[in-house]
């Protein structure tokens, strides 16, 4: 009965799909995302233009004071506001699915054809 049990249980617990073996690879497609998975969005373009053409005048700047903020508008605050759909999307897809099933119909024989 014990034996029973026991093989149930290996039955029950084995792996019938593989898994995703390891979390830091899905850690390592989502730091890499984070440059890559966020395009700068309209508003952030034109505010990296303006804030470049208003350091480039040589009148008031020797060099452009703005270049840390052109800089997290890139960087840090491209990533603060953009949408957690796009990761949510890619841990979704890195998630092996099952195999769907496939269902076989039997061929009915016609009676009374025409």
Do not use: C, W
Request: net charge neutral.
């Amino acid at each position: 009965m014990n034996n029973t049990a026991e093989k149930l249980q290996q039955v029950i617990g084995d792996d019938l799909f593989p898994n995703v073996q390891n979390i830091s690879d899905v850690k390592q497609v989502l730091e890499f995302m984070e440059g890559v998975a966020q395009p700068l969005r309209e508003e952030q373009i034109r505010a990296i233009i303006l804030l470049e053409s208003l350091g480039e005048n040589k009148r008031l700047h020797t060099k452009n004071p703005y270049k840390q903020i052109q800089d997290a508008i890139m960087g840090v605050y491209k990533k603060a506001v953009g949408e957690t759909d796009v990761y949510l999307d890619t841990i979704e897809k890195l998630i092996p699915k099952p195999p769907k099933p496939i269902v076989m119909a039997e061929k009915m024989e016609k009676k009374g054809g025409k």
